[in-house]
């Protein structure tokens, strides 16, 4: 079982970054997916959400309207396309799985059973 975060990395102030999470060992439709981040000090956060019933996405304030969470079942991969980036969107970026079904909110950390390892996010001129 595997969730692989990658397309982190700089970007400036009003720029463009899509992270992808690539999963194996099971797939990505089959279950809820979510994206959280965290900064320095702070707590993880959750930022969007994809539900598998219905591929309905779900954005916390902090990103809505930027970021737009997406699924590629052939690709077995969960994508964040994140625009109009700004300073504090600079975070480690994950992905997770929750194959439990609980009846947590999506924004929850316990919520996921599974995590990748994360990806840097760094927004700065």
């Known amino acids: 079982l595997q969730l692989v975060e990658s397309g982190g990395g700089l970007a400036q102030p009003g720029g463009s970054l899509r992270l992808s999470c690539a999963a194996s060992?099971?797939?990505?439709?089959?279950?809820?997916m979510g994206w959280f981040r965290q900064a320095p000090g702070k707590e993880r956060e959750g930022i969007s959400y994809?539900?598998?019933?219905?591929?309905?996405?779900e954005y916390s304030d902090s990103v809505k309207g930027r970021f737009t969470i997406s699924r590629d079942n052939a690709e077995n991969t969960v994508y964040l396309q994140m625009n109009s980036l700004k300073p504090e969107d600079t975070a480690i970026y994950y992905c997770?799985?929750?194959?439990?079904?609980?009846?947590?909110?999506?924004?929850?950390?316990?919520?996921?059973?599974?995590w990748g390892q994360g990806t840097q996010v760094t927004v700065s001129s």
């Open positions: 997770a799985v929750d194959r439990l079904f609980t009846y947590l909110a999506w924004y929850e950390v316990l919520k996921y059973d599974f």
């Open positions: 060992g099971f797939n990505v439709d089959d279950y809820d």
């Open positions: 994809i539900r598998t019933s219905d591929g309905s996405t």
